[in-house]
């Protein structure tokens, strides 16, 4: 019996994007007893996914693969058509719009965890649906979950105008935050757009040595060391850190967040960082602001699946405006 083919993005060694992703014909996944088999039509690129194929910094090969990936098809953002269920699968049939975290979603389908998956918000399409699970989330479980923001508190969010800084601009301002968003001159006016209440630039000014104080920072940027983010704070604030790209081979900006984990017990002020890990609640919350309009993706750049090595170096390049998908 021949096993049907699907199209995917294949790497079998770590590299540059351009030197070890390549279209390649492999074989169509098969759900198991609780997942959810999804023809995908659009898939979204993050920092997460460049470190992944570069294996850089090092350090994440403890979990990806000490000398090639373990997972041969990168992604993880999805959104598309549900195709084939599992037979423990009750929430989703055939024909279903779908969004979620797969693993190897820069494919034409992926099998995915019941879990994982929430319905598609009505009023997206899906290159823009795609852009949300991961990096919306994260704002998400920053905001909400650890800084438990309440009405008419000041928070800061650095690097504002990449792919979660967008989603973070929107969700505090949903919890009735006052918004301030930091980023380069020429995103200003975007930030602004999506709801911020004031802009930094960067390049003009610092906002660890300015005079006004925050109750949450957002740093997804990494560009000023805690203790610097931390003087930008109220005295009851917290500080939280999100990985980005920067940062040297080995550790990246992994030994900056080691930092603040083990700051956290003993700084009031330093929030522990966490690991994102997109869930059916939080793509349902996710939903609800979006179909209310309170949250809109901000996708800078589409590529076709053949283009996953382009869309994957403009991301490592650190300056997305929101966020890459790629079209299946």
């Known amino acids: 019996m021949v096993t049907p083919a699907m199209k995917a993005i294949v790497q079998d060694k770590y590299g540059s994007p351009d030197d070890v992703l390549e279209l390649q014909d492999i074989d169509k996944p098969v759900a198991k007893d609780d997942e959810v088999l999804v023809r995908v039509r659009a898939a979204a690129v993050h920092p997460g996914d460049w470190m992944v194929t570069t294996g850089r910094p090092y350090i994440i090969r403890i979990g990806t693969g000490l000398r090639k990936p373990r997972k041969r098809v990168p992604g993880f953002d999805v959104a598309g058509h549900v195709e084939a269920v599992g037979k423990n699968v009750t929430e989703f049939q055939p024909g279903d719009e779908v969004f979620g975290k797969g693993n ?46 309440q009405p008419g508190q000041k928070v800061l969010i650095n690097g504002a105008s990449g792919g979660v800084g967008t989603f973070a601009i929107q969700i505090a301002k949903s919890l009735g935050a006052e918004v301030t968003g930091v980023c380069s001159g020429k995103n200003a006016d975007m930030v602004r757009s999506i709801g911020a209440d004031h802009v930094i630039d960067y390049t003009q000014e610092d906002f660890t040595h300015g005079e006004k104080r925050y109750d949450f920072i957002l740093d997804n940027a990494g560009n000023h060391s805690l203790s610097d983010c931390r003087r930008a704070l ?34 009031r002020r330093q929030g522990r960082p966490f690991v994102s890990m997109a869930k059916k609640e939080g793509l349902v919350a996710l939903r609800e602001l979006i179909e209310a309009g309170k949250v809109t993706p901000v996708i800078d750049r589409t590529y076709p699946l053949s283009e996953t090595a382009e869309a994957m170096s403009h991301v490592g390049g650190g300056h997305a405006r929101g966020k890459v998908v790629i079209t299946v």
Do not use: H
């Open 234 to 267: 109220t005295p009851k604030g917290t500080l939280i850190p999100n990985n980005g790209t920067s940062g040297g081979r080995w550790i990246g900006t992994v030994g900056r967040t080691v930092g603040a984990l083990v700051l956290s017990p003993f700084l």
């Open 104 to 149: 190897g979603t820069c494919a034409e389908y992926v099998s995915v965890s019941e879990d994982a998956l929430a319905l598609k918000p009505a009023n997206l399409t899906f290159d823009q649906a795609a852009a949300v699970p991961i990096s919306a989330f994260t704002a998400l479980q920053a905001l909400r979950d650890k800084g438990q923001i």
